[in-house]
């Protein structure tokens, strides 16, 4: 007997968990309806369950995707264009400097949702000090996911230019190692925030796996979720903004500890830009 199942499965990650049901033809009813491709694993937990997973789509590379936004973002009020664009450029630095350094291209796994940015821009909270705000930034792009990969990435790349709005010259701490992987203090950051997205996500079929007798769910990158820590008990839309709330306290930690690790605590406790002076300084940066 096994108390883990896989999120994503190990040998194909592009499949991720979406049905679980003991009952056999139950899954094959869902499969034959899904139209994406599937594959079907069973688990021998309390009782043998059957676990469906469909896969994402493949778009090739990030970079190779259209980026021909001129229409979508002339919808936009003046600050959502500003804080936008940049948004775009730094994702495209990111693509390429992936490219120089690990030799590799990013593959997407859907399209960039360019209409989800000033929706994830309005969810922020805008009034607080330095790291309050620029958490809230991070948060709140993380989990709209807007982008076609390296979210968190360009979401830091992000925060670090909200933090340089206030002081000239500020660098993030050095987050990745000589191995392109990230530094040890800050993964622990990232791969809680990617069990919260993941729980957040799913607590309706966690919650049946852990009455099923499952203890872990595991996603890729070698991430377990340990289903005892977690709250499941509760409506999809209970969980969206609880664990929204969760990953929000998450990435205020973040960067506060960015700040204490660069030298700046001071800042910790200084009040952060609002959208509109924000945008207006982003005119002036480089």
Not at 195 to 206: Q, S, W
């Amino acid at each position: 007997m096994s108390d883990l199942v896989h999120y994503h499965l190990p040998d194909d990650e592009r499949f991720s968990l979406d049905f679980v049901n003991p009952d056999l033809t139950e899954v094959e009813a869902r499969e034959s309806d899904s139209a994406d491709d599937t594959a079907i694993r069973e688990y021998d937990l309390d009782e043998t369950v059957y676990a469906l997973y469909t896969s994402s789509p493949q778009f090739g590379a990030a970079d190779d995707l259209d980026y021909d936004f001129e229409d979508e973002i002339d919808e936009m009020t003046p600050y959502h264009q500003t804080i936008t664009v940049r948004l775009l450029r730094l994702f495209r630095t990111i693509l390429e400097e992936t490219y120089e350094e690990e030799q590799k291209r990013l593959q997407a796994y859907k399209q960039v949702e360019i209409d989800e940015i000033p929706d994830a821009l309005s969810h922020i909270e805008w009034a607080g000090t330095v790291p309050e705000v620029g958490g809230s930034i991070l948060s709140s792009l993380i989990l709209k996911h807007t982008l076609p990969n390296a979210n968190h990435r360009t979401s830091l790349a992000f925060l670090e230019l909200y933090i340089q709005a206030h002081e000239y010259g500020f660098d993030l701490p050095e987050m990745a190692t000589e191995e392109f992987r990230w530094q040890t203090w800050v993964n622990n950051y990232i791969r809680d925030s990617k069990r919260l997205l993941t729980v957040r996500r799913n607590t309706g079929k966690f919650s049946y796996l852990w009455q099923m007798g499952c203890d872990t769910v595991q996603r890729k990158d070698g991430i377990r979720i340990h289903l005892g820590e977690y709250s499941l008990d509760m409506a999809h839309y209970e969980a969206y903004e609880y664990y929204a709330a969760k990953h929000h306290e998450l990435c205020v930690d973040l960067a506060r500890e960015i700040l204490q690790r660069e030298g700046y605590p001071s800042l910790n406790n200084e009040p952060g830009m609002a959208k509109a002076q924000f945008a207006t300084r982003l005119e002036e940066m480089p």
